[in-house]
């Protein structure tokens, strides 16, 4: 082996000559040995001299031989000499002047004493354990650790996850053991979150987490008003001006209420992170100036109630709605509702004020009388009218078996006048010749006494009841005619005969509708499926009807229901008037309808009809004699069958146009109002006809095709097939109910039919009702 030197002074190689070479360092003054250098089995080793310098193995002071290897940094007063193994050379390099020469006899060398050949092997072993004990451990780790995922919303800036072993970033995850693990995380503006997880067995899991913002801090200011108060979420937080009130980010309602101030109201969205956000709340006067002015003289002004003085007015309201009344005697008042809106004046008038009405008290003998005013209907004698001033008004009263009287009338703002009327009553001659002679008359309630022999009655349809002990009732309709005497036979049948054959054709609802007997059986109701028009709703199903009914001829009028209900106005459709008393009362429910006819008991001596449940009026059971609505089907057997079966479509046959006065349907006089009219017809009704003004079918029933539609008392259903029903009444509760008959404002081919079903909940200008009551009682 050699030594080869490399330093400022060049290259150079020195063979060892007896195992020792000799380093000196070079001087002006001479050269200064340091270290020697030995060679035992080719491996070298350094050994320091005596002497001042002092020599330095990979920063340790040399005080006795070392071996050398590769790599290893010799330092000589603080000047470095590198040490590299080369193939046959020891290679020494630095920027000392150094000099390396045989070293002579008279230095001794000592070598270590554990020759490096003989370490060699075990430092070797020793290295290839531990690196084949590191490469099983991780080995180790690598099989054993789980992929941790850990996502937290928003990023934080510092976070850890720390166990009794430690986790190995890979990308977006971490290894980690089995085993827990304490997870910290911070973000400025957030809570920080420290938590445990849990990693199991399971190979990659999942571990997400959302940062609690911190709370934001809220001052709220009223510029101009102190100690107004602050609700927040619906709860008091103080007054204003108020500081810091720590709220959870997100949305917050805010409302600043002060005395004498609208309501500041505002959502918040409040941002959190700890920071501070500030609301001006600029509050505004919760009342305006309103100026009210008016042209007539002496005018007074009435607001909410309370006297305010003369007009002019101009003063401050509160916000919100008012009521403003101007009154001057002799003059009408008015009324107007005003809203005050804050911090926006209103002017009100010059309001002139009307005349006001004269005031006419209405009496007539008898009373009871219907009066119309104009043609339109105000109600019943006695009565107070009010009527406008320096015009002639039509007072006319009318009074079923009286002659109508009328009245022209003129009067002055705010008079207050009295008229009273002799009604004529129309009378007839009727002779009862009775068996037995001693039985009693009773017309529509009141007592005649002793029915045989001559009474004079009224000249309207009127039934006559003829009872004895021991006897069954007789009932006669008869109409007396004045100036001629009507002569009827009348025998009693002894108590318990059969009394089917006893029945009377005609009676006399207590409302005064006419109504006929039907005696009906079975039949068919609804439609093929090959008729044109046919509904879904009307499939074919027996039906057999087995108790004689009354069914009225006449739809109830408005007249009549306002007797019942006197608030009641059946109103306008566009430009035409409902609301005639000879029309056929509209725009009433179903309920309504079936009140009415329990009216009709309480004023016959029946039991109601309709008793109130919980889910809606019903159908008393078992079904007694009293008024009611008729069902839908014996509505369907009066209209089709009760003149013997009829098979066409139509009331008038099977094709379209109407013959003429078959009905008041949705003709060419109501184009201008309907969208959907038959033009080639015309019944001269623009809307509802008074009732009974078409031709009766043969049973003596009115409008039972157009005018109104009716409701009946079923609930609606789609009827199913299969056997025969017996006087069916429909499902016992229901929110629709059926209603039958074509209307003033129908024109369609399905809607004209007999068999055409509707139904509905609500009121409609178009759908009225008629009365119907069993003629015996349930077998």
Request: hydrophobic share 40%; charged share 20%; proline share 8%.
């Amino acid at each position: 082996m050699r030594v080869v030197v490399r330093s400022k002074r060049g290259e150079r190689a020195v063979n060892f000559a007896d195992d020792a070479l000799l380093i000196a360092l070079l001087r002006e003054t001479g050269a200064i040995s340091i270290a020697a250098i030995g060679l035992v089995r080719d491996t070298p080793y350094l050994q320091p001299l005596e002497g001042d310098a002092s020599v330095f193995l990979n920063g340790h002071r040399l005080g006795a031989s070392h071996w050398l290897r590769d790599g290893d940094r010799i330092e000589i007063e603080g000047r470095a000499i590198a040490v590299r193994q080369e193939p046959g050379a020891l290679a020494l390099s630095t920027d000392l002047d150094i000099a390396v020469t045989p070293a002579p006899q008279s230095i001794v060398l000592a070598p270590p004493a554990s020759p490096a050949v003989r370490r060699q092997p075990r430092v070797a072993a020793s290295l290839v354990f531990g690196v084949l004990a590191i490469v099983a451990l991780v080995t180790w780790y690598l099989f054993s650790a789980r992929m941790v995922y850990v996502t937290i919303q928003p990023a934080p800036e510092r976070v850890s996850l720390d166990g009794a072993v430690p986790t190995i970033p890979i990308g977006a995850a971490r290894l980690a053991l089995t085993g827990a693990y304490r997870l910290r995380a911070e973000r400025e503006g957030y809570r920080p979150l420290e938590t445990e997880i849990q990693v199991s067995d399971a190979f990659r899991q999942q571990f997400s987490f959302v940062l609690e913002k911190l709370p934001g801090y809220l001052t709220v200011e009223t510029p101009g008003v102190a100690g107004a108060a602050v609700f927040i979420g619906g709860e008091i937080r103080g007054a204003t001006p108020l500081a810091d009130v720590e709220l959870a980010p997100g949305e917050h309602p805010v409302t600043v209420r002060a005395s004498g101030y609208v309501d500041y109201s505002v959502t918040l969205s409040i941002e959190g992170l700890g920071r501070r956000q500030k609301l001006m709340a600029t509050l505004v006067p919760a009342a305006a100036t309103v100026t009210i002015q008016s042209g007539t003289p002496n005018a007074e002004l009435v607001i909410d109630g309370t006297t305010r003085g003369g007009l002019p007015f101009a003063a401050e309201l509160a916000a919100g709605p008012h009521t403003v009344e101007i009154r001057a005697p002799g003059y009408k008042s008015w009324h107007q509702e005003i809203s005050v809106v804050p911090a926006q004046p209103q002017t009100i008038g010059p309001v002139t004020l009307a005349p006001a009405d004269g005031r006419l008290k209405l009496t007539s003998e008898p009373s009871g009388a219907s009066v119309a005013v104009d043609g339109r209907y105000a109600g019943t004698t006695p009565i107070t009218l009010s009527l406008s001033p320096d015009r002639d008004h039509r007072i006319a009263l009318s009074m079923r078996g009286h002659d109508a009287a009328s009245r022209t009338v003129r009067m002055a703002a705010d008079e207050t006048r009295e008229l009273g009327v002799r009604l004529a009553a129309v009378v007839g001659q009727v002779r009862l010749e009775v068996e037995p002679r001693d039985a009693v008359l009773t017309v529509e309630g009141r007592s005649h006494g002793t029915a045989h022999g001559v009474h004079a009655l009224a000249a309207v349809p009127q039934l006559l009841e003829i009872t004895r002990e021991g006897f069954a009732p007789g009932q006669l309709w008869v109409t007396p005619k004045p100036g001629f005497e009507l002569t009827l036979r009348v025998t009693l049948r002894p108590a318990g005969a059969p009394s089917a054959a006893g029945l009377p054709e005609r009676i006399t609802a207590p409302d005064g509708t006419v109504m006929v007997l039907l005696r009906p059986g079975p039949f068919t109701m609804g439609a093929s499926r090959r008729e044109p028009g046919q509904r879904a709703n009307e499939r074919l199903h027996a039906v057999k009807l087995a108790r004689p009914y009354y069914l009225a001829t006449t739809e109830v009028t408005n007249e009549q229901f306002r007797r019942f209900r006197p608030g009641h106005d059946s109103g306008r459709y566009g430009s035409i008037g409902l609301d005639d008393p000879a029309q056929p009362v509209v725009n009433v429910r179903w309920e309504d309808a079936a009140a009415y006819c329990n009216s009709l008991n309480a004023a016959g001596g029946f039991a109601e009809a309709y008793a109130a449940r919980p889910d809606g009026m019903q159908l008393t059971q078992p079904v007694g004699r009293g008024y009611r609505l008729p069902t839908e089907a014996e509505w369907a057997w009066a209209a089709r069958h009760a003149d013997g079966a009829q098979t066409s479509r139509f009331a008038w046959g099977d094709a379209l146009p109407p013959a003429p006065g078959s009905g008041n349907f949705a003709d060419r006089s109501v184009a201008g109002v309907l969208a959907d009219t038959i033009q080639d017809y015309n019944d001269d009704y623009a809307g509802p006809a008074p009732v009974g003004r078409f031709k009766p079918s043969a049973a003596g029933l009115y409008d039972m095709a157009g005018n109104a539609a009716e409701w009946v008392h079923d609930v609606y259903a789609i009827q199913a097939r299969g056997e025969e029903e017996t006087d069916p009444t429909g499902p016992p509760s229901g929110k629709h109910h059926v209603i039958r008959g074509s209307s003033w404002m129908q024109s369609s081919i399905s809607a004209l039919r007999w068999t055409y079903r509707d139904y509905g909940p609500d009121p409609r200008p178009d759908v009225g009702f008629r009365c119907a009551r069993y003629a015996t009682e349930a077998p």
